[in-house]
């Protein structure tokens, strides 16, 4: 089953590839771990509930 979590570890994976490939900037793979960052604070706090 496909989750926000499992969909925002795509998003971070996908961007590092797109950066791997220099189709987009590096500055990307910051924006995709800050949003990891964010849904592992958001699955922590939900969890402790």
């Known amino acids: 089953?496909?989750?926000i979590y499992n969909a925002r570890i795509f998003v971070?994976?996908?961007f590092g590839i797109?950066?791997?490939t220099?189709?987009?900037p590096v500055i990307l793979?910051?924006?995709g771990f800050i949003d990891l960052l964010g849904a592992l604070w958001?699955?922590?706090a939900l969890k402790k509930d």
């Open 29 to 31: 793979t910051g924006f």
């Open 12 to 14: 971070f994976i996908a």
């Open 22 to 24: 220099k189709l987009a």
């Open 42 to 44: 958001t699955w922590t």
């Open 18 to 20: 797109l950066v791997l």
């Open 1 to 3: 089953m496909l989750t």
